[in-house]
Structure formats: structure tokens, C-alpha cells
């Protein structure tokens, strides 16, 4: 069992920044991919940025060139960091822990919420 613990979420003014991590209870060397997740209300979930153990990263479109995924594996936590944000970046931000052996298994954190308002 990994268990995921969100935090950073929080009010922000848009061009702003804010900094997510996402501690994971368990080394995450063993994790094959870690992700970020969001979903505003009334849409559904979006993968935003996901990290391999091999560090190799993607993003969302919507986020490329603000927003930046890494993974310190000495303190077992991903980061979200999110630059230039916007009102349409506002949602409860997920993270994600996929871990593939046998079997595929995934694990969710509780959530975080991001608000982006004047």
C-alpha cells in the first residue's frame, strides 16, 4: 500500500506561482510513473504532468512552458511547480502513484485545491 499526502494547494493571485508536492510513504524508486492530476468542477479529471523513474517527463498542453514536474528520491516527493497561472489552471490537483510489477497498481492522494483569483 503507498499512501500519498498532497500539499501546497492554496489561494493565488493569476500570474502567480505555487509549489505542490506530493510525499509518497514508500521509496519512489519502486513508483514507475508518478502524476498530477486536476479537475475543476463540472469537468473531468486531466492528467496535467506525469514523471518516470527514468525522470523523463510529459505535460498537459494546456501547461507546457508554466508548469515544471521533479521528484526528489531522497525525501520520497514529487513537485508540481506552476508558473503563470490562470484562472483556468483553478481545480483540486491529484497526485498519482502507478506501479507496475505483475499487476498494475495505482494509488491517489487526497487532493489539493488551487485557486486562482484577483
Known amino acids: 500500500q503507498v499512501q500519498l499526502v498532497e500539499s501546497g494547494g492554496g489561494l493565488v493571485q493569476p500570474g502567480g506561482s505555487l509549489r505542490l508536492s506530493c510525499a509518497a510513504s514508500v521509496s519512489i524508486f519502486s513508483i514507475n510513473v508518478m502524476a498530477w492530476y486536476r479537475q475543476a468542477p463540472g469537468n473531468e479529471r486531466e492528467l496535467v504532468a506525469h514523471?518516470?523513474?527514468?525522470?523523463?517527463?510529459d505535460y498537459a498542453h494546456s501547461v507546457k512552458g508554466r508548469f515544471t514536474i521533479s521528484r526528489d528520491n531522497a525525501k520520497n516527493t514529487v513537485y508540481l511547480q506552476m508558473n503563470s497561472l490562470k484562472s483556468e489552471d483553478m481545480a483540486v490537483y491529484s497526485c498519482?502513484?502507478?506501479?507496475?510489477?505483475?499487476?498494475?497498481?495505482?494509488?491517489w492522494g487526497q487532493g489539493t485545491q488551487v485557486t486562482v483569483s484577483s
Open positions: 514523471i518516470t523513474s527514468g525522470g523523463h517527463t
Open positions: 498519482n502513484a502507478l506501479i507496475v510489477t505483475s499487476t498494475v497498481a495505482d494509488y
